[in-house]
């Protein structure tokens, strides 16, 4: 007999519900890989701590762009300036980040097992908010990752 979930399928199963089938079916060694972050150390509020196991697994296969982008994040001790980041590309609207935001959050989420999907790598420093003279449109600002994932990429990426 085979039982077949597809993903869109399985994220309708309540949390509960899909631990304990990924506990009951998986591979125990693949469940133990990847519990290097326990649900509970995610928020919405906060960004995730990698650690250099995970930076490594995070950036392996990453376009060199997305590779670019982490860089600065290593290289000025977890904070880039929008502006910084889109210029990795020669784009000049923050929504072009989004997409790299996004890829990030979701690489992130499989590494570690969120099924909840709380955890993200990079927040937004909302002081540092820079606003168009008609507080309409972002002209720049700052995000960040933790210091410890900072320190984890940059043993990764500028090593």
């Known amino acids: 007999m085979q039982i077949v979930i597809e993903p869109k399928d399985f994220r309708k199963l309540t949390p509960e519900t899909q631990r304990e ?3 009951k079916f998986a591979d ?11 649900p509970a150390e995610t928020s ?50 923050w929504r072009a980040l989004s997409l790299f935001e996004g890829a990030m ?8 097992g969120d099924v909840e999907k709380k955890a993200h790598l990079i927040g937004w420093d909302y002081e540092s908010t820079v606003w168009d003279k008609d507080h309409k449109e972002i002209e720049d600002g700052v995000y ?3 210091p410890r994932t900072a320190k984890a990429l940059k043993s990764v990426l500028l090593s």
Do not use: C
Not at 70 to 86: K, P, S, V, Y
């Open 21 to 23: 089938l990924i506990a």
């Open 28 to 38: 125990p060694k693949l469940l133990q890989q990847r519990r290097t972050i326990r």
């Open 44 to 93: 919405w509020k906060k960004p995730v701590d990698l650690n250099k196991d995970l930076a490594q697994r995070l950036v392996h296969g990453l376009s060199e762009n997305h590779r670019k982008r982490l860089e600065i994040f290593a290289r000025n001790n977890g904070r880039a300036r929008m502006t910084e980041l889109l210029a990795v590309t020669g784009d000049s609207h």
């Open 105 to 112: 959050t979701r690489r992130l989420r499989r590494l570690i």
């Open 144 to 146: 960040y990752v933790t």
